[in-house]
């Protein structure tokens, strides 16, 4: 989130979408890292104006978070 904090929100995204991917291979697509690197991606394309893009990841995120997770639980809470 380096390169967000820079400004640089393209680098972000290219990323964000790099990391997605990895872990997607590593740990599978139902895994809380995951969930992580599409709500981070969510954020960058939010600010990019992306609208629809952000609001299908933050759903595809909430989505993951809650098939692993207690209902309770804060990364499911910070989705909200």
């Not at 992580?36 to 990841?57: F, H, M, P, Q, Y």
Request: charge should be neutral; glycine fraction near 8%.
């Amino acid at each position: 989130m380096v390169l967000k904090a820079l400004g640089d929100l393209a680098g972000a995204k290219a990323c964000l979408e790099r990391a997605l991917k990895i872990d997607e291979t590593v740990y599978g697509p139902g895994h809380p890292n995951v969930a992580r690197d599409i709500t981070n991606l969510s954020l960058v394309l939010k600010i990019l104006g992306e609208l629809d893009g952000a609001k299908a990841c933050y759903k595809q995120s909430l989505t993951t978070l809650e098939k692993v997770l207690p209902e309770d639980h804060p990364p499911i809470l910070r989705t909200l």
